[in-house]
């Protein structure tokens, strides 16, 4: 067994064709008796096991949990970036305004955002798309937002057989956003205003980048019970 010191150099001179060089000599490696190196071993063994029965003896410092069985009592760290979402107001209308500011921040063109005439504005959001298989979770588009229309939330189970089932339509509705909806006062022309999206079921690849290994498919909208709830009712709460 040998220990590597880099620290012990020591300067010579020495003969090079004939002729004094002067060189700084650092040894690699140094030989160390078998008792040390079985001393070294010995008290890594022990360090090991203070540290293993100290987490038997105090099982509240255990770092490592036990998931899924911890589903209930699991805690996130309040930055924890795992789901892109489209935030509501105190009505629970959509502030997205569509202006696409968050799309062009997107570094992996991650984010489609489609948009369609409107009734009350001139143009409305018709469809917000997610690719959360292309996205990096830097939370550049939620920061870019000047409506404060997107966060990220911890919602992280997300496992599925296919990446074509990890592209989200976020929007609960196509329609204008909040600041449009309230100023008019017409509840049934606001309701008729909001049209129910439901869960992407377009052709994959987006944006014209394809996925490795995976050809561009139509894939059947999935149930999504909790993002795709019934479009909010309007005046209801977010
Ligand atoms: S978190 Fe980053 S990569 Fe993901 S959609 Fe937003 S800007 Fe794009
Ligand atoms: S989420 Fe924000 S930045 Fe993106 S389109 Fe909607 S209003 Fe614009």
């Known amino acids: 067994m040998a220990r590597v010191k880099l620290t012990d150099t020591r300067k010579e001179t020495r003969t090079l064709a004939g002729r004094p060089v002067p060189v700084v000599v650092t040894p690699r490696f140094a030989r160390r008796g078998r008792l040390a190196v ?70 992996n063109a991650s984010i489609r955002i489609l948009t369609r005439p409107g009734a009350l ?34 919602e992280f189970e997300h496992a599925v057989f296919d990446r074509r089932l990890l592209i989200f339509t976020l929007n609960r509705y196509a329609g204008p956003p909040a ?3 309230l100023k008019e006062p017409d509840e049934a022309k606001r309701a008729a205003a909001m049209e129910p999206r439901d869960p992407y079921g377009g052709p994959v690849p987006l944006n014209g980048t394809d996925l490795p290994y995976l050809k561009a498919l139509a894939v059947a909208p999935r149930p ?15």
């Open 38 to 107: 079985f001393a070294d071993a010995l008290a890594s063994l022990l360090a090991g096991m203070r540290l293993t029965f100290g987490y038997l003896v105090r099982p509240s410092t255990v770092v490592t949990r036990q998931y899924p069985e911890n589903r209930a009592t699991l805690k996130l760290p309040a930055r924890f970036r795992a789901r892109l979402r489209l935030t509501l107001d105190e009505h629970g209308y959509q502030r997205c305004t569509a202006c696409r500011l968050c799309e062009r921040a997107c570094p």
């Open 121 to 154: 504005s001139k143009h409305e959001l018709d469809r917000y798309i997610w690719r959360m298989d292309s996205c990096v979770f830097c939370n550049a588009c939620v920061q870019s937002c000047p409506f404060g229309a997107l966060e990220m939330t911890a």
């Open 179 to 181: 600041s449009v909806l």
């Open 224 to 238: 999504d019970p909790v993002r795709h709830a019934a479009a909010p009712a309007p005046g209801g709460q977010a």
